[in-house]
């Protein structure tokens, strides 16, 4: 079974600093991919970042960059120059081969001005 | 992108009454849809796998019988609520996955579906 754990339900952070969301995760499938979405108040999900268990390099996507370590089975979300509208929801999740995804218990950013 | 539409966006219904969420995907077949549940300030669990011309694969915990799951084409997908209960009241979430079934697609989310039972 594949599991997820996000252990900060909240983050602080000033506006124009960086912050790292923490994520881990559990598999036996060699093949994966792992993902981070933005859920703000409204309640859409709004895709970020992806990153394939075979990918050498971490993934960027503008302000957002994901660090994987592998062997600790991390994929930790940092974004950059944080704006006030970065404030919402954020969930770590891992998709199998079968497309089913699983995702964390969400992490909620406060961007303070 | 690709895009997932889903109807309608919020909905209250009187308990005991059944309730309809659609879910389509407008720019591409999607064999394999996913409906997900997710209470105020949690994570989303998956409820059912819903694929083309089949019946859905629930998660364990999940009434099949409660949560009727139709899909008929490659574009649409049906949640139903039926006998709704003020215990259903949850925000349902739909997303699709294309006929290339590429794993490093992003998954394509729906907007969601705020149901509110009274």
Same mark, same amino acid.
């Given at each position: 079974?594949?599991?997820?754990?996000?252990?900060?339900?909240?983050?602080?952070?000033?506006?124009?600093?960086?912050?790292?969301?923490d994520?881990t995760?559990?598999?036996?499938?060699?093949?994966y991919?792992?993902?981070?979405?933005?859920?703000?108040?409204?309640?859409?999900?709004?895709?970020?970042i992806?990153?394939?268990?075979y990918?050498?390099? %971490?993934?960027?996507?503008?302000?957002?960059?994901?660090?994987?370590?592998?062997a600790?089975?991390?994929? %930790?979300?940092v974004?950059?120059?944080?704006?006030?509208?970065?404030?919402?929801?954020y969930f770590?999740?891992?998709?199998?081969?079968?497309?089913?995804?699983?995702?964390?218990?969400?992490?909620?950013?406060?961007?303070?001005? | 992108?690709?895009?997932?539409?889903?109807?309608?966006?919020?909905?209250?219904?009187?308990?005991g009454?059944?309730?309809?969420?659609e879910c /389509?995907?407008?720019?591409?077949?999607?064999? *394999? !849809?996913?409906?997900?549940?997710?209470?105020?300030?949690?994570?989303? !669990?998956? !409820?059912?796998?819903?694929?083309e011309?089949?019946?859905a *694969?629930?998660?364990?915990?999940v009434?099949?019988?409660?949560?009727?799951?139709?899909?008929?084409?490659?574009?649409?997908? *049906?949640?139903?609520?039926?006998?709704?209960?003020?215990?259903?009241?949850?925000?349902?979430?739909?997303?699709? /996955?294309?006929?290339?079934? /590429?794993?490093?697609?992003?998954?394509?989310?729906?907007?969601?579906?705020?149901? *509110?039972?009274v």
């Amino acid at each position: 079974a594949q599991k997820i754990t996000q252990t900060q339900p909240g983050m602080f952070v000033q506006e124009k600093e960086a912050v790292t969301l923490d994520c881990t995760y559990d598999t036996s499938d060699p093949s994966y991919g792992l993902f981070w979405y933005k859920q703000p108040s409204s309640g859409e999900m709004i895709f970020l970042i992806y990153q394939g268990s075979y990918d050498q390099q %971490n993934a960027t996507e503008g302000r957002y960059s994901l660090n994987f370590q592998k062997a600790r089975k991390s994929a %930790n979300l940092v974004i950059s120059a944080s704006q006030l509208g970065d404030s919402a929801m954020y969930f770590c999740a891992m998709r199998d081969g079968a497309g089913k995804s699983t995702f964390g218990d969400g992490t909620t950013l406060t961007v303070k001005p | 992108g690709a895009v997932v539409s889903q109807h309608p966006s919020w909905v209250i219904c009187k308990s005991g009454t059944s309730v309809k969420i659609e879910c /389509r995907s407008l720019d591409f077949q999607a064999t *394999t !849809m996913f409906w997900y549940r997710q209470f105020p300030k949690q994570s989303l !669990m998956l !409820m059912a796998t819903s694929n083309e011309g089949s019946k859905a *694969t629930y998660e364990q915990g999940v009434e099949k019988d409660k949560f009727l799951i139709n899909h008929a084409s490659l574009t649409l997908s *049906t949640l139903t609520v039926t006998s709704a209960h003020p215990e259903d009241s949850s925000f349902y979430i739909c997303s699709a /996955r294309d006929v290339v079934g /590429r794993l490093n697609t992003e998954a394509f989310f729906g907007q969601g579906t705020r149901l *509110t039972v009274v």
